[in-house]
Nanobody, 127 residues
Framework: QVQLVESGGGLVQAGGSLRLSCAASGRTFSNFAMGWFRQAPGKEREFVAAINWSGDNTAYADSVKGRFTISRDNAKNTVFLQMSNLKSEDTALYFC????????????????????WGQGTQVTVSS
């Protein structure tokens, strides 16, 4: 089992930037895809970004394309989400998740494909 701990959330003005981190412990994650999802109050959890095990395949929700970048550092068991030009609609609790399918080539955008989840980090964008 792995523990996922998100950090880097906070309050930022619209147009600003934040960098989220997700550290995995308890088991190496270098062979597995990682994803970021978010959930705003009163809304369902939605896909944000995903990266495959090697980092050469990424996927993004249309709403964040061109503004968010997902990356990973397998040596540090950490995945990142760089968020720029933030908008009020980006306000949500952001979760990282791990897909235990060994060396999945194409990162999944579907929440049910991810087995382990962090507790989330809050991002609030003020307009």
């Amino acid at each position: 089992q792995v523990q996922l701990v998100e950090s880097g959330g906070g309050l930022v003005q619209a147009g600003g930037s934040l960098r989220l981190s997700c550290a995995a412990s308890g088991r190496t994650f270098s062979n597995f895809a990682m994803g970021w999802f978010r959930q705003a109050p009163g809304k369902e959890r939605e896909f944000v970004a995903a990266i495959n095990w090697s980092g050469d395949n990424t996927a993004y929700a249309d709403s964040v394309k061109g503004r968010f970048t997902i990356s990973r550092d397998n040596a540090k068991n950490t995945v990142f989400l760089q968020m720029s030009n933030l908008k009020s609609e980006d306000t949500a609790l952001y979760f990282c998740a791990l897909d235990w399918n060994f060396r999945r080539t194409v990162a999944s955008t579907t929440a049910r494909m991810y087995e382990d989840w962090g507790q989330g980090t809050q991002v609030t964008v003020s307009s």
